[in-house]
């Protein structure tokens, strides 16, 4: 059997597992200097936290909270060469019995710039990296229908998340490209997919720029928003849908790599978002979950196989795989693909 020759490969996306102190810890084998890190509780109902680089190492948003940015000088201190350090603060650094998962992105090149399109341009920052088709944008609306803000990644993002950073009780906005310009979801809710126009403008996003409407959560007038921009790259990440079937032998979805980290959300109907990764104990098909909407502590034994090119559905749980659901899915691998742009599957 003939094998594929890589030529390179990086680590954009890692995640790792760490058993709380109670003291100030630093976490290291990450591989690089993350620039957006989302850690969770794994045996203890905690919040999902998430610090990125642009907004500062010690900004707290929680994606399962509608709560505005705070400061905690004890959660994420700092982004490290090789990983991050942590305060004192029980909800990322407990004790001894408390175990934490945090998966970790990189992006990396900084700048700033105005926003461009209809309406008043306002200050934007960003760190992006655009060979892993991520780019972290933080952003002032306008108010202002066709309000365009530059990403950076050099191509059109497929997925974004995104919450207002100022106002409490504002949901995440999560966009998609299998679901079109004019459909939303929250990612802090398991609420059925939405139709609107005043959130994306009805307009996709091109290789330049995404386009804002007139709703608050949005864009609105002089309000910071901080947005996850992502777009697909061959053998690291992808971003699609699937249509359930009701059965125990439930669907394949092809990612064409193997997967390091799945999240999926029923569009069509009330569900709970669920989380799987490479890392946490659980074995095909019992892979444990964890809840980007939910505080709860890790659920174990869902039947999910984890495969060398996607993932497979073996449950017939509505939240996964109800028989006439429709679900949408990111996913990501450990490492990208060489310069051929050929996936290293295992055999």
Request: glycine share 12%.
């Amino acid at each position: 059997m003939a094998y594929t020759t890589i030529n390179k490969s990086t680590d954009y996306f890692n995640t790792k597992l760490y058993t709380g102190t109670g003291s100030e810890l630093a976490i290291t084998g990450v591989g690089f200097q993350p620039d957006w890190t989302w850690i969770k509780g794994r045996n203890v109902a905690y919040d999902n936290n998430v610090f990125d680089a642009v907004r500062g190492s010690t900004k707290r948003i929680m994606t399962n909270q509608t709560n505005a940015e705070s400061t905690q000088a004890q959660m994420c201190k700092s982004f490290d060469s090789d990983g991050f350090t942590l305060g004192t603060d029980g909800g990322v650094n407990e004790n001894n019995t408390r175990t934490y998962v945090a998966w970790n992105w990189k992006a990396g090149t900084t700048g700033s710039g105005t926003t461009t399109g209809s309406g008043t341009g306002k200050a934007y920052s960003y760190s992006v990296n655009t060979t892993a088709g991520f780019s972290i944008v933080k952003y002032k609306g306008n108010g202002t229908a066709g309000h365009t803000i530059p990403h950076h990644l050099g191509s059109a993002p497929t997925f974004r998340i995104s919450k207002i950073l100022s106002n409490a009780g504002d949901n995440w906005t999560v966009y998609s490209e299998t679901l079109g310009n004019t459909k939303e979801l929250n990612l802090n809710t398991g609420d059925a997919v939405g139709t609107t126009t005043n959130y994306w403008n009805s307009t996709s996003p091109n290789a330049t720029n995404f386009t804002l409407g007139t709703n608050g959560i949005a864009n609105g007038n002089d309000v910071d928003i901080i947005s996850y921009n992502f777009a697909p790259k061959t053998g690291y990440s992808k971003f699609g849908s699937y249509t359930g079937n009701g059965s125990t032998d439930g669907p394949f979805i092809f990612t064409g790599m193997k997967p390091s980290f799945v999240i999926f959300k029923r569009t069509d109907s009330t569900s709970n978002w669920r989380l799987f990764d490479n890392k946490r104990l659980g074995y095909n098909s019992a892979n444990s979950q964890l809840y980007p909407n939910l505080s709860n502590a890790e659920d174990s034994g869902t039947n999910l196989d984890i495969c060398s090119n996607g993932f497979k559905i073996l449950t017939t749980s509505g939240d996964m795989n109800n028989g006439s659901g429709t679900y949408i899915y990111m996913a990501f691998g450990q490492s990208l693909v060489g310069t051929n742009n050929i996936p290293n599957n295992a055999r």
